[in-house]
């Protein structure tokens, strides 16, 4: 099984999307490319970028990036390693991370995980799908079931 932030992570979570069907459809259509930054502990440098991308209630891209120009996101979520860890392992013992782990809290401090984004209106994306995006990633509680 591969591991965050590999994309075949996020289309393994993609696929348990698909099957939880209905919960999404309740959340609203998700019409949105974003990526998922990964930095060193340290700050320093780009672990990993990953462009995904939704249509309607299913992700149908999810792919290593070395352009974000090219892949042109909404808006880029942009964290350490370390707090990407944490909120996923909060997910996988609680099935969702306590209410301060969450991506839209974590982006409304914006000192752990920051959001950055060339167009205020594309950003806005964020806080109209978070909760979609927060119950994809509360999936990963279900990858080794």
Known sequence: MA????PAWFLALG???????????????????FAIRVLDDDGEGVARTIGLEFEGYALVRAAALTDLTTFDPDFVICARRKVWTRMLDE????GRPD???TLSSLALVGEELWLESGDQLREDKF???????QEFFNLAAKLGD
């Open 91 to 94: 997910i996988v013992r609680n």
């Open 3 to 6: 591991s965050f932030p590999d």
């Open 15 to 33: 696929r348990l999307m698909e099957a939880e069907g209905e919960s999404f459809r309740r959340l609203g259509y998700a019409e949105v490319r």
């Open 99 to 101: 209410l301060r782990g």
């Open 127 to 133: 806080y109209r799908v978070n909760q979609t995006l």
